[in-house]
């Protein structure tokens, strides 16, 4: 079992910049950590989950989507079992709840059937 912990999120004001962090944990210390498809989702009231950004562990490829390209970065920090989002140039439409994902089968994980495990997100809101 894997567990996958968010936090970072918050309220800010248009414009504004935040981080979220997920702190990976569970079986996926006994493995290699450098072969998974790790991701952020987000979901606004009424509307699908949906891709955000998604990197390959073991380094080399990142994908976004295009309505936060150019101001949200993926990154991850291996040795910490981290993933990161930073967040600039925050708009209104950026709100919603923020999930952290793995797929912990070989492949990528841009949309939410790709995903085997999710983590309990955590809640951006952005002010106009």
């Known amino acids: 079992q894997v567990q996958l912990a968010e936090s970072g999120g918050g309220s800010v004001q248009a414009g504004g910049s935040l981080r979220l962090s997920c702190a990976a944990s569970?079986?996926?210390?006994?493995?290699?950590?450098?072969?998974?498809?790790m991701g952020w989702f987000r979901q606004a009231p009424g509307k699908e989950r949906e891709g955000v950004a998604t990197?390959?562990?073991?380094?080399?490829?990142?994908y976004y989507a295009d309505s936060i390209k150019g101001r949200f970065t993926i990154s991850q920090d291996a040795a910490k079992r981290t993933l990161y989002l930073q967040m600039t140039r925050l708009e209104p439409e950026d709100t919603a709840k923020y999930y952290c994902?793995?797929?912990?089968?070989?492949?990528?994980?841009?949309?939410?059937?790709?995903?085997?495990?999710w983590g309990q997100g955590t809640q951006v809101t952005v002010s106009s």
């Open positions: 990197i390959w562990t073991g380094g080399g490829y990142t």
């Open positions: 569970g079986y996926i210390y006994s493995s290699s950590y450098d072969r998974y498809c």
């Open positions: 994902a793995l797929r912990y089968s070989s492949g990528g994980c841009r949309t939410p059937k790709d995903v085997d495990f």
